[in-house]
C-alpha cells in the first residue's frame, strides 16, 4: 500500500476515535432534541457534524483495508485473526464495563440482557459503541460475496439499494447499525476497482461537503423541535455520513502532512474501548464540581474532551502494560500473528 496512504489512513483513525468522544459525552450522548440556548445547539451542532460523522470513514476504511489482506492470506487465517482483534476486546471490556456498573451502580447479572451486554447478539452491548466491532466482524465474514458483488453487479445500484435498506430496515439483527455495511462496501468497492482516492481530495470538495454536511444537521436539528418522521431523520443522517466520511478524510489527509497525530494510531483502539468509562467518570467529577449542564463551564469541558480522554486512556494503557502486559492482547487485540494491512480500526 502506498505510504502516504498509509500515514493518511492512520490519521483518520486516530481523528474519527477521538471525534467519537462527542457523541457519548453527557447529557445529550449525541442525540438531537429540542434546543433552548445556543450552548445547547452548539453542543448538537458539534457532536452531530464532528461526532456521528466521522465513524463512517472508519468503516470505509475498514472494508478498504480487508481487500488488501483478503488476497494475502488464508480466508480462515483472516477469520481467526478478526475473533482476536475484535470479539476479544468486545467481550473483555464489557466484562470490565460489568465489574464497574456493580461497583458504581450495583448492578447485577439480573438487571441485565447478558448476551447482549456481553455479546452484543442482537443489540447494544455493555459499552455501547463496541457494536461496531460485532459489526465489523459480520461485514469480514461476509467479505468474499461483498468482493464478488463488487466485480459483477452494478457498484452504484448496489450502494444505492444498500443505503435504501438501512434507511427502511431499522431492526435487522444482522447489523446493529445497518449503515456499516454501506460505507464498508463502499470501502472494498474503492480497493477492488482500484479507485484513484485523489478524486475525494482537495480544498474545493471538502468545502462543499463541509457545507452539505452543516446544512443537513441544521435541517435535522429543525425538524427535531417537531415530530418528524423517522424514515426522514435516518435518510438525512446517512446522506450526512457520505460527505461527513469525505470531510474527515480531507481533514486527515492535511493533518497527516502538517502533524504526527498518526504516531498515535497503533493505540488509539486502547481510548476507542475504554473512552465510555472515562468520560463517565469525568461527568461524575464535574457534578462533584458543580459544573451544570449546558452552561458555558460545561461547553469548554465539552469541547476539550476528547484531548482529556485521549491523554486519560493514554496514561491509564501505560501504567496497564507495564503492571500486566500480558492483558494486552485482550484489551487491544494485539497478536502474535500480525495482519499488519487489516487494521481497519
Not at 474545493?204 to 443537513?216: A, E, G, S, V
Amino acid at each position: 500500500m502506498d505510504n502516504i496512504i498509509s500515514k493518511n489512513i492512520s490519521t483518520a483513525r486516530v481523528i474519527c476515535i477521538l471525534s467519537l468522544v462527542y457523541v457519548h459525552f453527557p447529557p445529550f450522548f449525541g442525540e438531537i432534541v429540542e434546543i433552548h440556548s445556543f450552548t445547547e445547539y452548539l453542543a448538537t451542532l458539534i457532536s452531530n457534524v464532528i461526532g456521528r460523522n466521522s465513524v463512517p470513514l472508519l468503516s470505509v476504511i475498514s472494508g478498504y483495508l480487508i481487500v488488501k489482506t483478503f488476497y494475502k492470506y488464508d480466508f480462515k487465517l483472516l477469520l481467526k485473526n478478526k475473533i482476536l482483534t475484535l470479539l476479544i476486546p468486545l467481550v473483555t471490556w464489557n466484562c470490565i464495563s460489568f465489574i464497574k456498573d456493580l461497583v458504581i451502580n450495583s448492578s447485577t447479572i439480573e438487571n441485565i440482557n447478558a448476551l447482549n451486554y456481553f455479546f452484543a447478539i442482537y443489540d447494544t452491548p455493555g459499552i455501547v459503541p463496541l457494536y461496531f466491532l460485532r459489526d465489523i466482524f459480520i461485514c469480514v465474514m461476509l467479505t468474499p460475496a461483498l468482493i464478488y458483488i463488487s466485480t459483477t453487479l452494478n457498484t452504484k445500484i448496489t450502494i444505492l439499494t444498500l443505503t435504501l435498506l438501512s434507511i427502511f430496515i431499522t431492526d435487522s439483527y444482522i447489523f446493529i447499525n445497518d449503515a456499516i455495511l454501506v460505507f464498508f462496501f463502499v470501502g472494498i468497492v474503492i480497493a477492488k476497482k482500484n479507485i484513484n482516492l485523489k478524486i475525494f481530495e482537495g480544498k474545493y470538495i471538502t468545502f462543499i461537503c463541509l457545507l452539505c454536511l452543516l446544512t443537513i444537521i441544521n435541517i435535522r436539528i429543525y425538524i427535531t423541535q417537531y415530530d418528524s418522521d423517522i424514515y426522514i431523520n435516518t435518510a438525512l443522517t446517512t446522506f450526512a455520513r457520505f460527505f461527513g466520511a469525505i470531510v474527515f478524510w480531507n481533514i486527515a489527509c492535511f493533518l497527516s502532512k502538517t502533524t504526527r497525530i498518526m504516531k498515535h494510531s497503533s493505540i488509539i483502539f486502547f481510548t476507542f474501548c475504554s473512552h465510555t468509562i472515562i468520560i463517565e467518570i469525568m461527568w461524575r467529577i464535574a457534578l462533584r464540581c458543580d459544573i451544570t449542564s449546558m452552561s458555558y463551564t460545561y461547553l469548554g469541558l465539552f469541547i476539550i474532551s476528547p484531548v482529556l480522554v485521549f491523554i486519560i486512556s493514554q496514561m491509564i494503557y501505560k501504567v496497564m502494560m507495564v503492571t500486566f502486559p500480558k492483558i494486552e492482547i485482550m484489551l487491544t487485540g494485539k497478536r502474535s500473528i500480525k495482519i499488519l494491512d487489516s487494521k481497519g480500526l
